[in-house]
């Protein structure tokens, strides 16, 4: 249960880098813009990887 929670947080933080890539790409800020969209793909294959485990040790 606890990683599910985990998974959450994981999944909250990578659409918030969404949207932050989205923000720096209208300000055209291109080095944060490399960050956000690591962040966003590192904590999305993260959280997506820990529900799949989860849901198939069900």
């Known amino acids: ?3 599910i929670i985990l ?3 994981f999944l909250l933080v ?3 880098a ?3 890539v ?3 790409l209208k300000i055209k800020n291109y080095f944060a813009l490399i960050f956000s969209v690591l962040t966003a793909v590192a904590f999305g294959f993260f959280s997506i ?3 799949i485990s989860e849901l198939s040790s069900l």
């Open 7 to 9: 998974a959450i947080i």
């Open 18 to 20: 969404v949207i932050s």
């Open 49 to 51: 990887a820990t529900i």
């Open 14 to 16: 990578a659409l918030l």
């Open 1 to 3: 249960m606890s990683h």
């Open 22 to 24: 989205i923000r720096q």
